[in-house]
């Protein structure tokens, strides 16, 4: 019997509603994909960390085994397909698993099918392919998506980078970009010779390197995905990027903003244009589904440069999936499940991307992620709690109530606190102790942190507790769990 054919966003709405399809999300937390239980039947996240001390009711976190140490967050993953408790659970549950992933490599894929389960993404090596940041740039160009002035080459030594800036015109102070890398890590900006000194290990020897002219710039993020029918755009979200009370990284993302005005109309106009323009061409070099591009918005002249590319949902798929819109409407992933889903829709993606540009779509919410910033490690002794804050009229942050909601967040002197790092865990320059989710702007207009943002950084901070550390000392965690 044929399937019929979903037509608008109720029956889109009311196929997930009844939906039989057992869907994982699989990752180190939920947070990515924060709510979307809610919206889909059968949806379920197992995960690495329990951030709700057992009281999600569709979290499910196997007990931790002894495994070797992660280096990334595939291996957190690869981990939990292993897991004998996350396979009889999954077995237990009956159906066909379907699994989303924040990251997987081509070693989940297999896990995944020993499971039986259909992997609802592209293919690791194709999502690899189109993440490589000098890929991003040619896609770009393909899709007429400009670029930050830049050269695009292997960096033999200082002398060789000098000359390669010369000539191609983007003058001596630059930010260099390797293929691969998040938050800051692999983002160099390069004034002088001493500067390359300092990172010329990462540069020379690691393949062809992104060369920007450095530019003053506001960053910016937009999610869309990429469907059959057409691209459906997102809104544009201002970023948090490099605050030292947030992180200890010079240029890393560490929070997002959303509200109707982040920037003015034509910029917002043009950012979705772009945007659609480059699903478009993801749709022919053989991607679909959800993306996520970073705009860098010139300061002085308005123009917009595409930042980088993630095949993938990201740290501010949160902030989509929770805006007016999604209320109104649907949250952006689920058309996500529903190009993958091999159910048939047809939808006036034209129609619905000018709906979603109305600025009464969009409500203010901010997020800022907060990691330890301090060069020290040590061992918590103590954590705040994931659930609901107050600030109190002295500025004092104090804990309110248990919830996983981040609607339940009443008012600017209340926010929810997703807590990463638990007691026992150990306490290192980067890791993330947690994620901040307040109504209103984190930023003022000169995108500097407000009073009462950094006043909400400094509550959280001071609710975990430490000792010191033993003799062992921790390896290098210094990837991204988010």
């Known amino acids: 019997m044929a399937k019929k054919k979903l ?15 057992p869907i994982y999300f699989i ?32 979290v499910f976190c196997p007990t931790e085994l002894p495994h070797p140490e992660f280096q990334s967050i595939e291996d957190i993953n690869n981990y939990l397909l292993q897991h004998k408790e ?37 293919k690791a090596k194709l999502r690899t392919r189109v993440d490589n940041k000098i890929e ?36 001596d102070d630059l930010v260099l970009q390797s293929a691969f890398g998040d938050s800051g890590h692999t983002t160099f900006f390069i004034k002088s010779e001493a500067d390359f000194r300092r990172h010329e290990h990462e540069i020379v020897g690691c393949g062809e390197i992104k060369i920007m002219k450095r530019i003053k710039c506001r ?68 991607y679909r589904g959800y993306f996520e591009l970073d705009f860098l918005i010139e300061q002085k002249s308005g123009e917009i440069y595409l930042g980088e590319l993630n095949p993938r949902i990201t740290g501010a798929s949160s902030m989509t999936n929770h805006a007016a819109f999604a209320h109104a409407d649907a949250p952006l992933f689920l058309f996500h499940l529903l190009e993958f889903s091999g159910q048939p829709f047809e939808l006036d993606i034209e129609e619905l991307n000018a709906r979603w540009a109305d600025p009464n779509m969009i409500d203010s919410w901010s997020q800022m992620v907060i990691k330890h910033t301090e060069d020290s490690v040590d061992i918590l002794t103590h954590a705040p709690e994931t659930g609901i804050y107050r600030m109190l009229p002295d500025g004092r942050v104090v804990f309110d109530r248990f919830d996983y909601h981040r609607r339940a967040v009443e008012s600017e002197q209340e926010a929810f606190f997703l807590r990463i790092l638990k007691p026992g865990d150990y306490r290192y320059e980067g890791a993330d102790l947690g994620i901040l989710v307040t109504r209103g702007r984190s930023m003022t207009n000169s995108f500097k942190l407000t009073e009462r943002s950094k006043k909400w950084i400094a509550g959280i901070k001071s609710a975990f507790a430490a000792r010191p550390l033993p003799s062992a000392v921790p390896g290098d965690h210094a990837f991204k769990i988010l």
């Open 7 to 21: 037509k608008n966003i109720s029956e889109i709405r009311r196929f997930f509603h009844r939906n039989e399809a």
């Open 27 to 58: 990752s180190a937390t939920n947070f990515n994909l924060l709510g979307l239980d809610e919206w889909v039947r059968n949806f379920k996240y197992v995960n690495y960390l329990d951030c709700y001390d057992g009281k999600h009711p569709n």
């Open 86 to 122: 996350v396979t009889d659970w999954v077995k237990d549950r009956g159906s066909k698993p379907k699994f989303v992933f924040l990251m997987f490599d081509q070693e989940t894929e297999k896990l995944a099918k020993e499971l039986g389960a259909e992997v609802w993404f592209p």
């Open 136 to 171: 991003t740039v040619r896609i770009g160009n393909k899709a007429g998506v400009p670029s930050v002035p830049n050269i695009l080459s292997e960096v033999k030594d200082y002398k060789h980078l000098t000359k390669l800036a010369k000539e191609g015109g983007v003058g």
């Open 219 to 286: 960053g910016s993020a937009i999610e869309a995905c990429s469907t059959k029918q057409g691209t459906i755009v997102g809104p544009l979200m201002t970023e948090l990027v490099g605050f030292p009370e947030l992180t200890p990284y010079r240029g890393g993302w560490c929070g997002n903003e959303i509200f109707a005005t982040a920037f003015p109309p034509k910029v917002r106009q043009k950012a979705r244009k772009l945007t659609f323009d480059f699903g478009e061409q993801l749709r022919k070099e053989g």
